[in-house]
């Protein structure tokens, strides 16, 4: 016999004679609404959890790897900024860590710490490099093959190996520098800085044919000081020749400072632990590489 609800209607008796069909409902109903808050839990925790990802992120940035990581580091890093003059990141080396090479990459690609080195032209080299006798990107007397500085007379920055002295030489070729022994000795070209000279730097800059000397670009330098210590220099920030210059007497440290600039604008480059400075990101065809020989 069928039974009635409280309308008038009616109601499907279960097997036992008990009216189920209402109970089966409420059972569907609360087991939705239990999903359905499973549901919304996991979603918060996975917001809650990405939120963190992302705030750890900011607050502690992966570095990317890069080739020179890991090796020996034979070298000094410093900052140097003064106030209305370009922040300089600076690396302390030995001379007798300074390894000058053409590898035709942009820095970030090289397995070595440094800096970019001297001017050149698609893959030829129209700054002096050369390393007892053997220049860096080809054989002596080449053309491009860091044996001269292309075109112009102009600063090249000596270390002479026996005499355990810097000095900057202002040459065409490497047969034109002074050193003392042609098997102890590097030289990089580049254009004088003439640190100590503030009335003549911008008319011998000039007459060594510094490239956009008046324009805000990024700039290097090579400077040493009476102490021996060499100081490969990188702004990032565009700066002209002066300002650059200015910087480089407030924040390289130590007496009798000189250098010579090196190649700038996008081909200043640096690799370091503390700092990867790519420049534009275009090729260099020479470095002035931080050794990691043992």
């Given at each position: 016999?069928?039974g009635r609800?409280d ?7 279960g097997?036992?004679?008990?009216h189920?069909?209402?109970?089966r409902?409420?059972?569907d109903f609360s087991d939705?609404?239990r999903l359905?808050?499973?549901l919304?839990g996991?979603?918060l925790v996975?917001?809650?959890l990405s ?5 750890w992120?900011?607050l502690f940035p992966s570095?990317p ?10 070298y000094t890093?410093a900052?140097?900024k003064?106030?209305?003059?370009p922040?300089?990141?600076m690396?302390?080396v030995?001379p ?5 090479r053409?590898?035709?990459?942009p ?8 800096i970019?080195?001297g ?6 080299l129209l ?6 006798d053997?220049?860096a990107?080809g054989?002596?007397d080449?053309y491009g093959?860091?044996w001269?500085?292309?075109?112009y007379?102009?600063g ?7 005499k ?11 047969d034109e520098l002074k050193?003392?022994d042609r098997?102890?000795y590097f ?6 800085l003439?640190l100590?000279?503030?009335?003549i730097?911008?008319?011998r ?8 000397a ?7 330098a090579?400077v040493?000081n ?6 490969l220099?990188?702004?990032p920030?565009?700066s002209?020749a ?12 130590g007496?009798?400072?000189e250098?010579i ?15 990867l400075l790519?420049g534009d990101g ?8 931080v050794s990691a020989a043992e």
């Amino acid at each position: 016999m069928s039974g009635r609800n409280d309308a008038g209607g009616p109601q499907e008796a279960g097997p036992d004679g008990t009216h189920a069909q209402p109970d089966r409902q409420a059972a569907d109903f609360s087991d939705r609404r239990r999903l359905r808050r499973r549901l919304i839990g996991t979603l918060l925790v996975l917001l809650a959890l990405s939120a963190a990802a992302a705030v750890w992120l900011l607050l502690f940035p992966s570095k990317p790897a890069q080739p020179f990581d890991g090796l020996p580091k034979r070298y000094t890093y410093a900052e140097a900024k003064a106030p209305g003059l370009p922040k300089l990141h600076m690396l302390a080396v030995s001379p007798d860590d300074i390894v000058l090479r053409a590898d035709k990459l942009p820095l970030k690609q090289i397995p070595a710490y440094g800096i970019n080195g001297g001017f050149f032209y698609e893959e030829s080299l129209l700054s002096l490099a050369v390393t007892d006798d053997k220049p860096a990107n080809g054989k002596r007397d080449a053309y491009g093959s860091g044996w001269f500085n292309a075109k112009y007379a102009r600063g090249t920055l000596v270390w002479d190996g026996a005499k355990r002295k810097f000095s900057v030489q202002v040459v065409s070729s490497a047969d034109e520098l002074k050193v003392s022994d042609r098997s102890d000795y590097f030289a990089q070209g580049g254009v004088s800085l003439n640190l100590a000279n503030e009335d003549i730097w911008e008319d011998r800059s000039a007459r060594e044919h510094l490239p956009f000397a008046g324009d805000k670009r990024m700039r290097s330098a090579l400077v040493y000081n009476n102490a021996g210590q060499l100081w490969l220099v990188v702004t990032p920030a565009s700066s002209t020749a002066a300002d650059f210059r200015a910087a480089l007497l407030a924040g390289v440290p130590g007496e009798g400072r000189e250098g010579i600039f090196l190649d700038g604008d996008g081909s200043s480059q640096m690799n370091a632990d503390e700092v990867l400075l790519p420049g534009d990101g275009r090729m260099v065809v020479q470095m002035i590489a931080v050794s990691a020989a043992e």
